[in-house]
């Protein structure tokens, strides 16, 4: 298969899913390079760059994209699969933001707090070790970890003629912020308007579960995917599948109604999958899920639900598209 490459200029990011007016038009089965700046769209290089001097938070997440892709219409699937995510620069940023984060006073947890201190740490990528530095500000600790390439964001355009903010995850995926979203994952998102309008970006060389501070290991990354489109039988929110686990993702505020939406859809697919009532998917489910939290800093949270293949009998979902996928991810060149 041939790739399409597309790296954009500044002038061409989006910053909002929907409303934005799509930077090139595919065709389902395409397979894509793209490459995406970080969080920061690459202002933070030093630990002396300070987020409220450098960061203008309306132009965050800079999106590559949308993507128009042929023939998908609202009810749709449109299935994009991961095949390979390579940090782009040799180093990431990180930083603790002034009223932002999980663990400090925000907008939406309004406390008497001063803000916790505007800090950027830096992590030199090592290409030949595949790790990342962690350096201690304060003292002279420091320790190498494993890269773990994820997208914080890949989503499509809302319903309603809605323009939401790259910063936010909710039903057409978005800022999810889930380690899930790596190599060898597809991602089904339901289809809200003509041609899907897909972007993705955010990349994050690591991230714990929860992006606790509120910010990852920001890198530019170039994603390799295939988009393809599934006609009709959307779900109501993004489900994914690897090799080892079934998932789906809820956004939303307080934590636990992104829970709550996260074990809902499994219960549904499940009643797709095997033929399960409600209640019978609801009990099998009690007792096998893992919920990694993904994010408790966005404007909305996100929470996983898994469920690992390995306890359950074979099952196939949309004709075993995300197998399909797999075999045609290692024919690229």
């Not at 992104?258 to 019978?280: C, H, K, S, T």
């Not at 800093?297 to 009998?313: E, Q, T």
């Amino acid at each position: 298969m041939d790739v399409v490459e597309v790296t954009p200029s500044p002038e061409q990011y989006a910053y909002t899913f929907g409303g934005v007016a799509p930077l090139m038009r595919v065709r389902p089965g395409t397979a894509m390079r793209l490459w995406s700046d970080d969080a920061f769209g690459g202002a933070l290089r030093s630990v002396a760059d300070l987020s409220s001097e450098k960061v203008d938070l309306r132009f965050v997440n800079p999106q590559t994209g949308p993507f128009y892709v042929e023939g998908a219409e609202p009810g749709d699937i449109l299935a994009v699969h991961l095949v390979a995510l390579e940090p782009a620069r040799d180093w990431g940023a990180s930083a603790a933001i002034p009223f932002f984060g999980g663990l400090t006073s925000t907008d939406r947890v309004a406390t008497l707090q001063d803000p916790l201190p505007d800090t950027t740490w830096i992590y030199e990528l090592d290409r030949v070790r595949n790790t990342v530095t962690f350096v201690a500000g304060s003292s002279d600790f420091s320790v190498d970890l494993p890269v773990e390439p994820m997208l914080g964001t890949v989503g499509v355009a809302p319903p309603g003629g809605e323009a939401r903010s790259s910063l936010v995850p909710e039903r057409f995926g978005g800022n999810m912020d889930t380690p899930q979203m790596r190599a060898g994952t597809t991602c089904f998102l339901p289809v809200f308007v003509e041609g899907a309008l897909f972007s993705l970006g955010d990349g994050h060389y690591r991230q714990g579960e929860g992006e606790a501070c509120g910010t990852a290991v920001e890198g530019a990354m170039t994603t390799t995917l295939i988009v393809d489109l599934v006609k009709g039988g959307a779900p109501a929110w993004p489900r994914l599948e690897d090799d080892t686990h079934w998932m789906t993702v809820g956004s939303s505020r307080p934590l636990e109604d992104a829970w709550r939406i996260g074990q809902v859809e499994l219960v549904r697919w499940f009643g797709e999958l095997y033929g399960l009532a409600p209640m019978d998917a609801y009990q099998l489910l009690s007792q096998i899920t893992e919920v990694p939290i993904a994010n408790v800093v966005d404007a909305n949270y996100s929470a996983v639900v898994k469920a690992r293949k390995s306890l359950l009998p074979r099952a196939s979902a949309y004709g075993g598209l995300h197998d399909d996928l797999r075999a045609r991810a290692a024919t690229l060149r």
